[in-house]
Nanobody, 119 residues
Framework: QVHLVESGGGLVQAGGSLRLSCAAS??????????MGWYRQAPGKQRELVAT???????NYADSLKGRFTISRDNAQNTVALQMNSLKPEDTAVYYC???????????WGQGAQVTVSS
């Protein structure tokens, strides 16, 4: 079992920055081999990919967010972070931390962190 807890959400003006963090707890061996990521869901929209990062640090981003968002992970601390810069009102959403071990179809989600960008 893996438990994910997000932190760092809040209200920011357009053009500002926020950093989200996700702390994973549970089986450290499993956590360290999982692909971690961030997804977001805006009101009335489907949940969408923001970024993922493999256990080796290979990052993948939604095309529309490349250059503004940066994902990172600390395997020793079992954390994954999302640095968000030049935020826009359309970035307003609930951001969810995700952990996946695809080989055995294991997926975990955090409870979500609200990010609101005012114009």
């Amino acid at each position: 079992q893996v438990h994910l807890v997000e932190s760092g959400g809040g209200l920011v003006q357009a053009g500002g920055s926020l950093r989200l963090s996700c702390a994973a707890s549970g089986n450290s061996f499993v956590i360290n081999v999982m692909t971690m990521g961030w997804y977001r869901q805006a009101p009335g929209k489907q949940r969408e990919l923001v970024a993922t990062i493999s256990r080796d640090g290979a990052a993948n981003y939604a095309d529309s967010l490349k250059g503004r968002f940066t994902i990172s992970r600390d395997n020793a601390q079992n954390t994954v972070a999302l640095q968000m810069n030049s935020l826009k009102p359309e970035d307003t959403a609930v951001y969810y931390c995700n952990a996946v071990l695809a080989s055995i179809q294991l997926t975990y989600w955090g409870q979500g962190a609200q990010v609101t960008v005012s114009s």
